[in-house]
């Protein structure tokens, strides 16, 4: 059995007097696609803020590897809740930012993104300030800026949740050819019960705040999901019953 | 493609235009008024003259006038580069350190409550005629307004950017320049205009106080001449040089900072 890149281990911690994650336990396989879906509030982000640093656990313990992860390791690259481009700096600027703060220079830097705009669906665009972009367009420069910091984790935070639905979908479609391509390893945050079932491996189910993580499932289903109608329908049944789970009494305490 | 850049630039020129133009209605109504009333009321040249009075009266003493503009400019230009510099340089300080920020904020604004017309004729005592009393006023009136636009800059830096730059590991420094700095430069620039407008009037201020030239010893001297026209002469030149240097910031910005909403006066 391989160990996993990424495990939580009873981890726990609080904001002053809000207990926002008490007793947190999960693992990330190698190459696994694993979402971590929850109510609005349980503490979801603030899962990604304990492994950007942002915030310090008070109990627990992250390994990664299978060593406990040093305080000064960065194997995430990180895309935030909303997009958070910069709106002064040009898309190129944008997306080579992760690399800059690494110390690449400029250049290398650009050379090493500008090939990727077109898989990203964002070429002509290099010279465009952030507000001429659309919002998928704009998440997908984000998204862009993360995978190329070249890390061994991506950690995205309700990539498509600002989208309009059918952007959304389109954007679901695209994210699991990328990854089908790339077999990235992503913790992808998410409230969309539907974004998980197709996206993911598996999926850990948090609770209300104070979030522990309630149940794992594990998704079977062949892929490409979204180009087959039968697997949809699975999917659907799969999705069905998560809600229940979420909504079931004992969840909602 | 360059004509269709260049039906662009003339339509927007229209469109600027056609903004200003219930403004320069206004403006010419006021001056009309007041031309019919000088010529109805009789009243004497020597209390209020009529605009065209004054427009003649400023064609004809052009010389002297521009003379006296030279030395405000310079003032008004050197003090303002001396406040942006200080601004610049204390708001980083007090950007990085809380405690140098508890220390110098209540001297800033301590600064700010000191009248004018009480601390102009003393910095001319304490400094003579020469340029730098009046490099020194300036730079005292402009120097708050520019510092508090540059902190409330810094904190409007939006969160998560900060948190993204955080996890690709920048310094506090590296987060300062790549996310607080751009994040004020709106707040910058709406700082710089305020505070242009107040840097010409400061330069007049303490010109007034005691100068060679100026063109506030200039209104002053005409003052003392029984010369209201030449006063409102110097007057239109220092508005004139206000709406100048005003206009001069929104080049800089275009150039400077091309991705600000100007129409929101905010980037994004
Ligand atoms: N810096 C902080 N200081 C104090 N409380 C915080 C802080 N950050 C988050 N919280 C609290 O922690 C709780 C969990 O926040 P978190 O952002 O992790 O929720 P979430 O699950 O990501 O929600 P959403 O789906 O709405 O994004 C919230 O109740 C929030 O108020
Ligand atoms: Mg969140």
Redesign the interface.
Known sequence: MTVPLLSLDGVSLNFGEIDVLRDVTLDVMPGEFVSILGPSGAGKSTIF?LL???ATACGGEVRFSGRPLASNE?P???M???D?L????RILDNTT??L???GVPRKEARKRVEPLFEEFGLSGFERH???ALSGGMRQRAALLRTIV?DRPVLLLDEPFGALDALTRNQMQIWLEAMWLKHRWTIILITHDVREAVMLSDRIHLLSPRPASVEQTITVPLPRPRFSNPATRAEAAAIETSILDFLLSPQIQK | MSSSVFRMRSRMLRDHLFRALPALIAAFSLLFAWEIYCRSSGISETTLPAPSQVLFQAWLHREALWLNTVPTLRATLLGFSLSLVLAFVLSIVIDFSALMRQALFPIFIASQTLPLVAIAPLVVLWFGFGLLPKILLVALVTFFPMLVALAEGYAST?R??E????????SRW?RFR??RL?SA?PYFFAGLRISITYAVVAAIFAEYAGAARGLGIYMLNAKNNFRPDLVLAAVLVSSLLTLLLFSATWAVQRLA???I?SSSGR??
């Open positions: 803020k950007t640093g942002a960065r995430f690259a990180f935030p809740q909303r958070a910069m709106p002064w700096r930012l992760g800059e703060v690494q300030y952030p507000r910091q | 939006e998560e950017v948190d993204l730059l955080a996890s690709m590991g920048a590296k790549l996310a751009p430069l900072a091309p991705w909403d980037g994004r």
